[in-house]
């Protein structure tokens, strides 16, 4: 059997096979879901397949002569959302910190613990219909994951980018704690004054609170760096809707 993947899955395929043509051997017992997976590429990565030309599920048993193709994910990628839900709900594992606190910026639900295992991430993206984002291969294995990704680049930026890239999430920026993932409400600049410094309470505009931890957000000479990511995510999102 050949197995012909698409360019973007070649990544997860071992360095010494990383071809875009594999040939395996097969008895024709096994499932098209299971050859793909014993490849390296994670099923949540794998988009339309087809054995000699016609659409196939991961159920599917090919033939030992078949022809397989894999190709990516579509990108935007749909993700099932329940009544009044205008974006995906993210869960991310313990090392995509810092990619966290950048997707509550632009004002993603995402939930993120820095202690949590794999089982206890499952179980949170299941029962919250939250979409598992990672770089850990055997999470997106686990069978029982409704919904998985994994997050292509080293870098926050280019995580980000891939995210939004992927998903086209519509983004409600400045309107989540980036600590704790709680929505802001508006808060008047009056109201929590005496607590600013003088400096801060000069140069800043206060723009909400907290409403889970209580947090106080303002944005000032602070807001550039910030004030640019979530100029750069709007336009990324803009871009991959157009292209949809
Ligand atoms: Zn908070």
Same mark, same amino acid.
């Given at each position: 059997?050949?197995?012909?993947?698409?360019?973007?899955?070649?990544?997860?395929?071992?360095?010494?096979?990383?071809?875009?043509?594999?040939? @395996?051997?097969?008895?024709?017992?096994?499932?098209?879901?299971?050859?793909?997976?014993?490849?390296?590429?994670?099923?949540?990565?794998?988009?339309?397949?087809?054995?000699?030309?016609?659409?196939?599920?991961?159920?599917?048993?090919?033939?030992?002569?078949?022809?397989?193709?894999?190709?990516?994910?579509?990108?935007?990628?749909?993700?099932?959302?329940?009544?009044?839900?205008?974006?995906?709900?993210?869960?991310?594992?313990?090392?995509?910190?810092?990619?966290?606190?950048?997707?509550?910026?632009?004002?993603?639900?995402?939930?993120?613990?820095?202690?949590?295992?794999?089982?206890?991430?499952?179980?949170?993206?299941?029962?919250?219909?939250?979409?598992?984002?990672?770089?850990?291969?055997?999470?997106?294995?686990?069978?029982?994951?409704?919904?998985?990704?994994?997050?292509?680049?080293?870098?926050?930026?280019?995580?980000?980018?891939?995210?939004?890239?992927?998903?086209?999430?519509?983004?409600?920026?400045?309107?989540?704690?980036?600590?704790?993932?709680?929505?802001? @409400?508006?808060?008047?600049?009056?109201?929590?004054?005496?607590?600013?410094?003088?400096?801060?309470?000069?140069?800043?505009?206060?723009?909400?609170?907290?409403?889970?931890?209580?947090?106080?957000?303002?944005?000032?000479?602070?807001?550039?760096?910030?004030?640019?990511?979530?100029?750069?995510?709007?336009?990324?999102?803009?871009?991959?809707?157009?292209?949809?």
């Amino acid at each position: 059997m050949t197995i012909r993947v698409a360019d973007e899955l070649l990544m997860f395929l071992p360095a010494a096979r990383r071809e875009r043509v594999s040939r @395996v051997p097969s008895d024709g017992t096994s499932t098209l879901g299971h050859l793909v997976e014993s490849l390296g590429v994670p099923l949540p990565e794998a988009g339309p397949m087809t054995v000699g030309g016609e659409p196939a599920g991961p159920s599917t048993r090919p033939d030992a002569g078949a022809e397989v193709r894999v190709a990516a994910v579509p990108r935007p990628q749909p993700v099932p959302l329940e009544p009044g839900q205008v974006a995906p709900r993210f869960v991310l594992d313990v090392h995509l910190g810092t990619l966290s606190r950048r997707m509550r910026l632009v004002g993603l639900d995402t939930a993120y613990h820095n202690d949590m295992d794999d089982p206890a991430l499952v179980v949170q993206a299941n029962e919250e219909r939250r979409v598992l984002l990672t770089q850990d291969r055997g999470l997106l294995r686990r069978r029982a994951l409704w919904f998985g990704a994994y997050v292509r680049g080293s870098r926050p930026d280019d995580q980000l980018r891939d995210v939004l890239d992927r998903f086209a999430p519509v983004l409600r920026p400045w309107t989540r704690c980036t600590a704790c993932n709680g929505e802001l @409400v508006p808060v008047d600049k009056r109201e929590i004054e005496r607590d600013l410094e003088a400096g801060t309470r000069r140069s800043y505009d206060v723009y909400g609170r907290c409403a889970g931890c209580g947090q106080v957000y303002w944005r000032g000479a602070h807001g550039g760096h910030l004030e640019k990511i979530v100029h750069e995510a709007t336009r990324l999102v803009e871009a991959a809707t157009v292209a949809k």
